[in-house]
């Protein structure tokens, strides 16, 4: 018997049927979480929106606010202050991140449907 190609979806993980020479494959079975194990979910969603906050202020005020500000004494307020190196390249750092963030997911898109 002639067998065609089939195209299954990416989220199908295949296992060989035990018993068979055939080229069969069963989809493995979803693996339940007991309702006794609490959902962490929200708690890190609330977790990584708030080190995005705090990382979106710390920048902001590097790059603005501390260029303004009078000479506080304090050692790490005072090198934000006169840094001009450090306040800049995090940013262009952070763009090129994300740019090669996306086209690693991109690559990955286009291995795994083609």
């Avoid at 295949?14 to 708690?43: F, K, N, Q």
């Amino acid at each position: 018997m002639h067998q065609t190609h089939r195209r299954r979806s990416s989220k199908t993980i295949l296992l060989p049927r035990a018993g068979g020479d055939s080229a069969m494959y069963a989809r493995r079975m979803t693996i339940h979480v007991p309702e006794s194990v609490p959902d962490t979910t929200p708690r890190w969603g609330y977790a990584l929106l708030t080190c995005t906050f705090l990382v979106f202020v710390v920048l902001l005020y590097w790059l603005v606010g501390s260029k303004y500000a009078p000479v506080t004494h304090i050692d790490w307020l005072d090198w934000m202050r006169d840094d001009d190196y450090y306040c800049l390249l995090v940013p262009i750092t952070a763009i090129a991140f994300v740019y090669f963030i996306l086209l690693n997911w991109m690559g990955m898109k286009f291995y795994r449907h083609n």
